[in-house]
């Protein structure tokens, strides 16, 4: 028995095929649990297909096309597909800078729409990180609401006056918030993302190897290297929304033999 919703399920999964169709994309996710207890109540993958296809074991030329469908309709995206959680990890941040005593919430940075930083190797030059647009004052719930990106390097990397947080502690939070390790749903293939630092840049980037402070601004609005699944992504979310419990998900239910026992 799962926990699982057939009729929420269908709902979402329409939902999202409508949207991906009308945006011309190829493939998305959607996840809905509930953040009282990590029950997972639709899990969907899309493109998907016809599970009874596998269980009749028949259709030979059906399976043979899901196998060769480039389009990969048996990989779960929900749980193994590893994307850049980009702005999602803004909360996440905020929540570090709050317990680390980084920043108070009241507290304005100004947004210029860039931060600039010195070549500590020619301080005549900068290097530029952009934020999405100029959005002048913000504090932490401003700058939440309209994603600042400058807010979230500079409580993320530090700037100025203001030191941040750094790479050991972002990467502690992010994992506190189940990111960076499977979360232990019960199906098979769970992936566990990755949270980049000095020594994971050495592995993935040898011909770029050095962390720099760049490397901590990108990862504090959830880019660069860093990867996440879907179901990571839900959970952290439900994690705040229920007041601070990260749950295991599950999708059963309960096992039952042919008596109901």
């Given at each position: 028995v799962l926990n699982i919703d057939a009729d929420l399920q269908r709902e979402a999964y329409d939902a999202l095929a409508r949207h991906i169709t009308a945006l011309g994309k190829k493939a998305g996710v959607a996840v809905i649990s509930d953040p009282r207890d990590g029950r997972v109540l639709a899990l969907v993958?899309?493109?998907?297909?016809?599970?009874?296809?596998?269980?009749d074991g028949k259709e030979?030329?059906?399976?043979?096309?899901?196998?060769?469908?480039?389009?990969?309709?048996?990989?779960?995206?929900?749980i193994a597909g590893i994307y850049?959680?980009?702005?999602?990890?803004?909360?996440?941040?905020?929540?570090?800078?709050?317990?680390?005593g980084i920043i108070d919430p009241a507290f304005q940075i100004y947004d210029e729409g860039f931060i600039s930083v010195p070549n500590p190797y020619d301080p005549t030059k900068q290097t530029i990180f952009k934020d999405w647009t100029k959005l002048g004052w913000v504090d932490?719930?401003?700058a939440i609401a309209w994603?600042?990106?400058?807010?979230?390097?500079?409580?993320?990397g530090g700037h100025n006056d203001i030191k941040g947080l750094g790479i050991e502690r972002i990467r502690k939070f992010l994992s506190l918030f189940g990111f960076g390790s499977p979360l232990g749903i019960d199906l098979a293939g769970e992936k566990g993302g990755l949270i980049p630092g000095p020594e994971e840049k050495k592995k993935i980037r040898p011909d770029d190897?050095?962390?720099?402070?760049?490397?901590?601004?990108?990862?504090?609005i959830g880019q660069g290297d860093t990867g996440a699944t879907p179901l990571q992504l839900n959970l952290?979310?439900?994690a705040i929304a229920n007041g601070g419990t990260l749950w295991k998900p599950f999708v059963t239910k309960a096992v039952?033999?042919?008596s109901g026992a």
């Open positions: 993958s899309f493109p998907s297909f016809d599970p009874q296809i596998l269980a030979v030329a059906e399976i043979r096309r899901l196998l060769n469908d480039k389009k990969n309709p048996l990989f779960n995206r929900a850049a959680p980009g702005s999602t990890v803004k909360p996440i941040l905020a929540t570090g800078a709050l317990e680390e932490m719930r401003r994603s600042a990106n400058v807010y979230f390097y500079t409580i993320g190897p050095f962390w720099r402070i760049g490397d901590t601004y990108i990862t504090s952290a979310t439900a039952l033999d042919e």
